[in-house]
């Protein structure tokens, strides 16, 4: 098989709802190892051994981001001459967050991981706030997903009875709580700190950075925040060891990733692989090829935010490295792929009225350039394109990349600007 399943060996085969299932694969048995046998900055050091990086976009080193929470934290006690916290909001010293707001075009891997292993994410939350030092967090849930809150509210209610959740967890020392917080569909919200925002009941708009969350995140505190993916990972590293992840993926991108594969192919769907498997194996094996008579056109990588590839290049290993070495990315995980019979024009148009109708608007290039950016692909979808529309673009593209103030306005070309840079627009 070409898939290598570490996170997502319990899909399908437990009931989501039934904790003495999870237990029976060995659920909370990392938690427990975590308050039994390793310090906080034990498990930070696991988690930087491994390598693990973000899994949202960003592939920010995550033991990298932990570690820096937890000496935010480690100040701020030593300015409170305190040495426990309690397990509610008012009393954390600083917070551990979950972005479970999958908005990206084409992703769709964190909806699946919640709605079919939810105590899989509690646990993990719980062990990186222990790390951490948080003594509470929040996850942050798409509002369009209610199968996935139902089973993660039911979750975190059982966690709470059996003490895997508040205070002296297991007997231990370390008190954490959490809630869930959903979203109200804004795509904005996918960044962090209009995340915060958001949670803080105020309107999703991107904070000016510095200072970053890590020293004054939610509620000003110090504030570590993760999506799914990159928590699932997190207690197969803490049973099995930072070594033996390294065994999985790549030397520089070790792991594996959750992908979203859709689009003009006959089995789409969720699927995890070891980082630097083939793109043209995902598509033929896993994706069961295109469909019948049809020819390859293209593949959009990472969603809206993403960049297009050319049919020559789908040899490309799916990792970190490889992708950008050919101008492209992962991003979120999503493989969306196109056929023949897809119209560029229409496709860059859908794309280029999904950031315009997005954008929070907080911040000039993004506000004006995403409108700019849809009048010049409407135009030229409408075969009524103006001398130097292209270069226009290209260069709109630059200043929103370069003078944006979130990840939003500075992505929202690159799919687009990647089209007419592969010459995949006529």
């Not at 569909?185 to 105020?202: H, R, V, W």
């Not at 090829?289 to 390859?296: E, I, Q, T």
Request: glycine share 12%; net charge neutral; charged share 25%.
């Amino acid at each position: 098989m070409l898939e290598t399943k570490i996170i997502t060996t319990n899909l399908g085969r437990i009931d989501p709802e039934n904790i003495d299932d999870y237990r029976a694969q060995g659920g909370f048995d990392a938690l427990k190892k975590c308050l039994s046998e390793l310090a906080p900055a034990q498990i930070v050091a696991e988690i930087k051994n491994a390598g693990l990086v973000g899994r949202g976009g960003a592939a920010f080193p995550t033991g990298l981001k932990w570690e820096l929470g937890a000496r935010a934290i480690e100040r701020a006690k030593a300015d409170a001459q305190i040495t426990a916290t309690a397990p509610t909001r008012a009393d954390s010293l600083g917070y551990f967050v979950c972005n479970a707001d999958e908005s990206e075009t084409g992703t769709f891997k964190d909806r699946v991981l919640i709605e079919q292993d939810p105590f899989h994410l509690i646990e993990a939350l719980t062990i990186g706030a222990r790390a951490m030092g948080a003594s509470f967090g929040y996850i942050y849930l798409r509002g369009e997903y209610p199968l996935a809150y139902q089973r993660l509210r039911h979750a975190v209610e059982v966690a709470r009875g059996q003490n895997l959740l508040g205070e002296k967890i297991l007997g231990s020392d370390f008190n954490f709580d959490l809630q869930i917080r959903r979203g109200a569909g804004a795509y904005i919200c996918g960044e962090e700190t209009a995340l915060f925002e958001s949670i803080e009941g105020k309107r999703g708009e991107p904070r000016v950075k510095p200072p970053f969350p890590t020293d004054a995140g939610l509620f000003g505190k110090p504030t570590v925040i993760n999506n799914v993916e990159t928590l699932f990972n997190v207690p197969w590293v803490v049973l099995n060891g930072a070594s033996e992840y390294r065994k999985l993926g790549t030397e520089k991108s070790p792991g594996t990733r959750v992908i979203c594969l859709s689009g003009a192919i006959n089995k789409a769907g969720v699927y995890e692989i070891a980082m630097g498997t083939p793109l043209r194996a995902v598509i033929d094996e896993l994706g069961g090829g295109l469909n019948a008579g049809r020819k390859l056109q293209t593949v959009l990588m990472g969603g809206a935010a993403g960049s297009f590839i050319r049919p020559e290049q789908i040899d490309v290993a799916l990792d970190f490295q490889s992708l950008n070495a050919i101008g492209s990315t992962f991003g979120s995980g999503a493989i969306m792929v196109l056929d023949d019979t897809a119209d560029m024009g229409q496709v860059l148009k859908r794309l280029a009225h999904f950031f315009k109708h997005e954008s929070c608007g907080k911040c000039f290039p993004c506000q004006l350039g995403t409108q700019r950016q849809l009048e010049i692909v409407e135009r030229m979808a409408a075969r009524r394109a103006r001398a130097g529309d292209q270069q226009l673009l290209i260069e709109l593209g630059q200043v929103m990349r370069d003078s944006s103030l979130c990840g939003l306005g500075q992505t929202a070309a690159s799919a687009i600007v990647s089209a007419f840079e592969k010459q995949l627009v006529k």
